[in-house]
């Protein structure tokens, strides 16, 4: 009899080839028409586990739209399609690092030193994976440099973001008190067009958007300019989620050198800064639960919002084992639904039903993100909690075969949320079915 993972294999495999523009992937044809990095990243994941030349494709084609100070920037512009805030908008020409090709002017989580090390060890062909990486390191090693200099002159090893767009979890609770604090003055009358292609109360506040454009604005008045921007800007925050990444890739960094040759002392520099750095500035040794925040730069306070961002630094092995305890602890029992909802297993919400904020509709304010709950599957592998990330394995796994591909999906109901048909749940779905069958294999 064919497994419920056959049956939805053939799916998510026709959704990317659906999404496939000739050396890229869109999010989804209807409210995301362009190429978003962290998104390529996660595609290419997927892609790797049974088509080599778009997994590669993806990533280098990502890597047309970097600067020259090395900033990756979160779009890459590949069509005419109707999106706001498009390329006329961002006026990325003001910028002297920009490139010709149409870009945002802000980043996003660097998942592709991950996606790239993905790419090599799932290589049929390991020949044209290594001439891959090849071409592919120096471009990486160009971003981190950035992040870690440009983004991080504390020398931290932390990184911060200026827009809530860069964090990739773009309306979530944890910015709120930063954002209320803005005063948006003189901002010019734009029109919105996500909220006339998915239902308005699942994506982010008009209140919200105003903050979001009076940022991007500022960022334009100063040139994109980093070293303007870091004086000036009111948004300033390290990220935990951001910076858990930029670890993992840092880490995958090491594996690429060994594999090509390149040197990695600048790498590991930058590893033994957030390794020295991560639990003084993310934990609140007064919060019993011991879980770990954001940083705010300007109040310089940690920002106490309980959040599936505690849960993601898991995903770096740098937690102490009573730490990582406590914090899967807490993700098992009811924080993340293990009553009051439909789940047959625990499956991590944006925000625990139990915030105040909590909304199960709205975008990730409380819907269950199949991204971080990947992120969340290889953390807890990583701390050998096989049987927990067994059952998160199950929840996406019913997620999807009951309600299908979406963006993101109610945490009380499971209904698909967003727009359908979205590239990273299937490049992810097909990764995690391809891990599981191996480790059943190694049983």
């Known amino acids: 009899m064919e497994s419920v993972e056959q049956k939805l294999l053939p799916n998510a495999k026709e959704i990317l080839e659906k999404n496939w523009r000739d050396t890229h992937t869109v999010p989804s044809p209807k409210l995301y028409p362009h190429q978003w990095s962290w998104d390529s990243a996660f595609i290419s994941i997927g892609y790797s586990r ?170 334009k008045n100063y040139n994109y300019d980093d070293d303007s921007i870091y004086k000036h800007i009111p948004f300033k925050i390290k990220d935990i989620v951001f910076s858990s990444i930029a670890y993992v890739a840092n880490q995958a960094m090491i594996e690429i050198a060994d594999l090509i040759g390149e040197h990695k002392r600048e790498v590991e520099d930058w590893l033994n800064q957030t390794k020295q750095n991560y639990i003084d500035f993310f934990c609140s040794k007064d919060d019993e639960q011991k879980l770990v925040y954001d940083y705010d730069l300007i109040t310089k306070k940690r920002i106490k919002k309980r959040t599936v961002a505690s849960l993601v630094s898991l995903y770096t092995g740098l937690l102490k084992e009573d730490q990582s305890k406590i914090i899967v602890d807490w993700m098992r029992h009811s924080h993340f639904c293990t009553q009051n909802c439909v789940h047959k297993h625990p499956v991590a919400s944006s925000i625990p039903f139990q915030e105040k904020e909590f909304n199960p509709l709205n975008y990730w304010r409380g819907p269950i993100w199949i991204n971080i709950n990947w992120m969340l599957y290889y953390g807890l592998l990583r701390y050998q909690l096989n049987n927990e990330a067994n059952n998160l394995y199950n929840a996406i796994i019913d997620l999807i075969t009951e309600h299908g591909f979406y963006e993101y999906y109610n945490p009380l109901t499971s209904e698909g949320l967003g727009t359908d048909n979205f590239s990273w749940t299937a490049a992810l779905l097909i990764d995690l079915i391809f891990d599981m069958e191996n480790r059943r294999r190694s049983v």
């Not at 706001?84 to 980043?107: C, D, M, N, Q, V």
């Not at 983004?151 to 860069?166: A, C, N, Q, S, V």
Request: hydrophobic share 35%; charged share 25%; aromatic share 12%.
């Open 50 to 219: 049974y088509n080599q030349e778009h997994a590669q494709k993806e990533l280098l084609s990502m890597f047309e739209g970097q600067w020259k100070n090395g900033m990756l920037p979160h779009i890459v512009f590949r069509s005419k399609d109707d999106y706001f805030p498009g390329p006329k908008y961002w006026e990325t020409e003001l910028a002297e690092a920009a490139p010709k090709i149409e870009t945002s002017g802000i980043t996003q989580p660097p998942v592709h030193a991950i996606a790239a090390l993905q790419i090599y060890k799932n290589a049929n062909d390991k020949n044209m994976a290594i001439n891959f990486l090849t071409e592919i390191f120096p471009k990486i090693l160009s971003f981190h440099r950035y992040l870690f200099t440009k983004r991080d002159p504390e020398k931290t090893g932390l990184i911060t973001i200026f827009h809530p767009w860069e964090s990739g979890l773009d309306n979530s609770i944890r910015w709120d008190e930063a954002l209320a604090r803005i005063k948006v003055k003189n901002l010019p009358r734009y029109e919105r067009v996500d909220i006339h292609k998915v239902n308005s109360g699942q994506r982010p506040s008009n209140n919200s958007y105003d903050r979001y454009i009076f940022l991007v604005n500022l960022m």
